[in-house]
């Protein structure tokens, strides 16, 4: 359930913004079995985005929408907004959507505003040149979770005296992707206030984009180059990163004492389900069931009784391990 | 009498063109058959579809009395059937030894046992008398050599038909020689063989019987110790051609110096020094591989020089590239018509307008109605058997695509020509018309060097002849004195070996 | 008779809807057409106006692309590199916006960039005799390398408007004649032409059917191989502008894979890839048939999952089709 | 004398060296020798036995995909389908072994499953002429969905110890001679014997070469092209599934772009995309080059943006250098 207490739920911005329709709200009651609502999504085919469109689908069928259109943008600005085109001509009610760029925010809203359709920003912001946020947001932050994996990952590293010559930190990067840049930035923020004289000498960094293998080589490329180093700490901004380190670990043998923690779930959840402990030893969940009902229901709320939207709506970050992880998955543990 | 292959009414018919019509004969064993008729009449179709190339649309055919069907040549190859086709097939980057075992290579438990294989090759080559290497990839011998190549392919193959498609088409005397006298030992070994191609001499020297074809239909089959030149010619054109070389426009004003190449050499050709005047046909001979396209090449801007200089006109001369050639006046008819001288996916109409479209253009816009206007003239004047201008020029036969590249360059009307092998492929008709047609530009004030490797045909036409051996000229002969012993002589002169000799 | 036949084949338009009915391109034409009343009758938004102005949108760029990888596959080349250029071009004309330089020469440099770009790569493939295919694969590498670089991996924000009209101009204030769709039409028809009358577009055919007769028949094949690729490279910096004035952005990891969408487009449309054989018009039926796809099947709300499936099975049906149809045909003579 | 030479090019070793110092392949062998040099200057590690291992682990994968694409490109095709089918074939096995299939059973079924492939992909080629790039880029396209379909878009774990071992079991307990890196290097081999010496390899290059002598001296195309990408397909699924191995899960997701390194190995190695040319050791030389230069930078921690124009750049290079050192070889000629 969604935790308005742990999220950092700021007053509702200035209504000036477009997209908030909460009070140019003219006809918001509109009949339930007319509404469609169609959802967005940067990349349609990663696990995340499915189980974040088939929570939200499955809230507004339950609200009495009549259907969900789940739509896949790919990553391409392009197909993006062909999609919203789409989505618009077909006469959608209402609109989620996760840009492939957040620099696609202020065409998306001004064509939302124009067709007179309401949107949510699911997962990343929708936010103007300033960087203000110009719609409501139900999502993820990227640098609080970030921070979370930081302060995690110092802790573990103190309480188990990973702080010698022998040892180093590694953030594995994805440069290339935007929303994962913060990431990066929260751990290094976080574990530079446990560790506030951390050599520079022994932190390191190595970008892949995206897939294990990718991580496994860039991963291996610094460990094989510093050879001195006995045990790392590794840091990376999604699950596949953390797999291909931990793997390339193992191929290093130094993988007993060593420390890997990721972004996800999805890929921890099977790491933690084997019956031998790895390097990989936890990760910051992020729900995206969560971030998919109450974007749905925030919607659905204003569609059907002009309830106002909620400005902002963060997805709080938890800290799984092997001992804990299906107690707070729950189904996605599966 | 029953035949040992029998052809009975075959006909086969491509979009538009009757190609065979009704065709029944026969071929015995230990008997060359020579196939006579003019370009596209439908010979080399009749062979494929032997060979299984091509499914004829009816009609039967026939071995040691059983009727025969073949899907591919795959099948015509285990039936004992071994065409070579007029245009050489052969993978370029495999050495010698492994394209004459092409298709059946000697292997050792799966293996190719290339000790075997090269030793094997070695003992054709060595059979045919050839001074080239098993290991060497075909891609780096001379055309002729390639062609043999193609020959010791299918000779290899052990078959009891074998097809010979316009075999010496690349060839020059020497490798004629050593040509025919295997076909005769295969004769004598009892195999069915059959003969194609456009020079009478070689049908009265090598085959037994002659079938001639029209229009893709059988015109007759003669015994050839039974027949002379001028009923075969009359037979397959409909008319009599006379003498050739008696009758061309002879032109008796020779000009100017056009072109002037002092001390010439490139990577292959050796300090060549000539003149060509005005008017002035001069005859290129020499065996294989003699220089004699390089020398061409390099007039063409081709091939660069490495040194030397020429003029034209006069004025220096030294083209980068054929169309800094072209556009100084000078004009090349390549040898190879499907390497160097057709897109073959291409219509007949934009490969006969491609060397003078600009001239068919109107500020870079091609004008259709006067290309259209220019290929149809082209067609009736070249005499190109095809169903229209718009046919790819793959479908043409090989003698109608060489009249295409003919007409290219002719159309360009320069200052300069040169024709290297023009007539390779072509039928007796057909080449004196060409000769005309050569002469008459003569008679217009044109240069022109016509480098090929038929003697009579280089006598008949030339007012001078060079020859070349191994990348020098070895001999400028007047026509008047010009004989076929005396040509021969100087194109076997070892000319370096006699300079080494000086030298040392 | 022969002549008479070459002599009524004219070139006015009725000609011209006759050839295309008996052409190549008739099974695509056939195609085309099932595509679009089959999606029209599961979804009546599909043959709308409004989507079709969506539909053409969407093609602009892939439409440029598609151009001139057809032209390059018919001169025997490909690029593989567009994709990459195309973001770069997108995020170069970002910047330079930002630091002030007014639209007209913002695009004027980008453009010139791209010609540059294309002229390098048929340095590498006339002169260092490089296939095209791995000079382009090093080039996307490369550009896409710089796209991130200038960008330092952020989008970059366009604000200048006069910039932006690339992205929204209306002419005639006609919503379906933006700037992109009209661009993209006004290439097809340019090049079409250029293609079929042209001296310089004959000779593509020549230099790409056989190369080697080319040079000996006087055509210059350096020439023509820069030309196609500056070409490419000038439709692909123009069409990333348009992208970006669209999206308000230059963006470093746009257009990932937009080479393949243009060179698809192109040899559904009957190019082949070995050289000397397309036609414009065919790289266009190609286009719309891929695009009219696409767009149906996120209508339909296809998942995406069996969207990748949909579109591999329609391009290997399309062909197939299009096989037993020229197969027929041939038998039919 | 010509004789002799001929009997005296044996195929032993001490000739084989001789051969390859004389041979094309030479500016490719120092381009490696100069890259491996800089790089151990530059960074005292890399030229370790330790990164040997490494390199060679993360190059198993793309040294499978390189061997098969140079077999295809000498045959004068290619196949841009096989990272897709990496992908779904380290889903399927472990969507198998999930079902608690046994991991013999597990593995004949996928490497099953790619050879039914590969017939099908020939089986477009050959009966439906169509080209084998677009048949892949379809196939390319399909194959990725149904990655996607039969794992639901997520990653599937891999438990069986068995399976494991086709990613970590050690020949002789030698860290070295990993199952990867060893069925890597027995493929190099045994492929390269298969394409120098054998009646089918010898084929390989006519068909590529000139595929209408080949028809005539009665060689079966289509035998050739549907061995050809069975072999790729099989090679490729076998690699998916030691990729998965190694990463103990199949992901839909995987291997973007991986016919891309294979095709790129190949062509840097001196294999030809117009068929009919090149050799195994010279598609090894450029995977080594290629490998070798990635981890170098890697171990330089070179920015990312900036790594991918360093690889645009080196491809490049190498190639500018392979010519300038071709052309003078014919000069000195
Ligand atoms: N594949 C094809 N498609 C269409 N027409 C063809 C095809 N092959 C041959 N033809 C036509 O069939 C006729 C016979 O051609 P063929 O090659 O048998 O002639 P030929 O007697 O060998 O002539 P040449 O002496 O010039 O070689 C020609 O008109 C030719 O254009
Ligand atoms: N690409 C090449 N590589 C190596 N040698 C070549 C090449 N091309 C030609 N040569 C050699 O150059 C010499 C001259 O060949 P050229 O083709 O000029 O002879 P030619 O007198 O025209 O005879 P042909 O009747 O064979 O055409 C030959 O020895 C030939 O083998
Ligand atoms: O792209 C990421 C995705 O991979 C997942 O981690 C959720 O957040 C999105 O921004
Ligand atoms: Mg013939
Ligand atoms: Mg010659």
Known sequence: QPSESSSVAEPAAPSSSAAAPSESSSEPAAPAEDIIIAGIYKAGDQQWFIGEGEAAKQKCIEMGAKDFMFIDAKMNPDTYLQALDNAITQGVSGILVCVPDQKLSQVTVDKCKEAGIPVIAADDQLLDESGEMIAPWVGIDGFAIGQAVGEWTANYAKENNMTGEDTAVLYLTMDQVSSCVPRTEGQIESWGKVFPDWPAERTFRSDYNGEQDKAYNAAAGVFTANPSIKKWIVMTPNDEGAAGATRALEAAGLDKESVVCGIGGYLAKLEFAKEEESAFKATAFINYVDVGAYSAENMMNYLLNGTEIPWEFKTPAVMITKENYKEIMKDQAE | MSEYLRFEKICMEFPGVKALDDMSFGVNKGEIVAFLGENGAGKSTLLKILNGDYRHTSGKIFIDDKEVEFHSPNEAIKAGISVIYQERQLAPYLSVAENIFMGNPITRGGFINFKELNARAQAIIDEFGLPIRPETPVRRISVAYQQMVEIMKAYNRKADIICFDEPTAPLTDAEITILFNIIRKLKSEGKAIIYVSHRMKEIFELTDRVVVFKDGKLMGVKETSQTSEPELIKMMVGRDIGDVFNTLPRNDKIGDVVLELNNVSTEYVHDINLQVRAGEIVGFSGLAGAGRTETARAIFGADPLTAGSMTLEGKPYHPKSPRQAMDAGVALCPEDRKLEGLSLILTVRENTSQAILGDLCRMGFVNFHKEREFTAQSIKDFNVKTPSMEQKVINLSGGNQQKVVLARWMAMNPKLIIFDEPTKGIDVGAKSEIYHMICEAAKRGVAVIMISSELTEVIGISDRILVMKDGYITADIPRAEATEPKILSYAMLDKKKNQEEVAG | ?333
């Not at chain 3, 695509?28 to 949108?57: D, E, G, H, M, P």
């Not at chain 3, 990748?308 to 299009?322: E, H, I, M, P, S």
Request: aromatic fraction near 10%.
């Open chain 3, 1 to 333: 008779m022969e002549q008479s036949t070459a002599k009524r084949r004219g070139f006015n338009f009725k000609q011209t809807l006759k050839n295309i009915l008996r052409s190549e391109s008739i099974s695509l034409v056939l195609a085309f057409v099932v595509i679009v009343a089959v999606f029209s009758i599961l979804n009546k938004n599909y043959f709308t106006s409004r989507n079709l102005i969506s539909v053409l949108t969407s093609a602009s760029l892939t439409g440029l692309i598609t151009v001139g990888e057809a032209l390059l596959l018919i001169g025997n080349h490909m690029d593989l590199s567009v994709g990459s250029t195309a973001a770069f071009s997108g995020v170069m004309a970002a910047l330079l916006l930002q630091q002030g330089l007014p639209a007209g020469v913002t695009i004027l440099t980008v453009v010139a960039a791209g010609a540059v770009l294309g002229a390098v790569i048929a340095f590498c493939v006339t002169q260092l005799k490089m296939s095209s295919f791995i000079a382009t694969v090093a080039m996307q590498s490369i550009m896409r390398g710089f796209a991130f670089i200038i960008s330092n991996g952020e989008g970059v924000l366009i604000t200048n408007s006069t910039f932006l009209k690339m992205g929204n101009f209306k002419f005639f204030g006609l919503s379906f004649l933006t700037f992109p769709i009209f661009f993209m039409l006004l290439v097809f028809v340019l090049f079409g032409i250029i293609l079929k009358r042209t001296r310089f577009g004959r000779e593509i055919y020549i230099v790409g059917g056989n190369p080697v007769a080319a040079r000996l028949a006087g055509i210059s094949i350096k020439f023509t191989t820069y030309m196609l690729f500056i070409i490419m490279n000038v439709l692909t910096a123009i069409g990333g502008m348009i992208l970006a004035a669209r999206m308000n952005t230059g963006q470093p990891q746009a257009c990932v894979g937009l080479e393949f969408d243009g060179i698809t487009a192109a040899i559904l449309g009957g190019v082949s890839n070995q050289g000397g054989v397309g036609s414009i018009f065919g790289a266009f039926l190609g286009l719309a048939i891929l695009q009219g796809f696409n767009n149906g099947l996120i209508m339909l709300n296809v998942q995406s999952f069996w969207q990748n499936v949909a579109k591999g099975a329609l391009l290997l049906l399309a062909l197939t089709f299009d096989y037993i149809r020229q197969k027929n045909r041939q038998k039919a003579k």
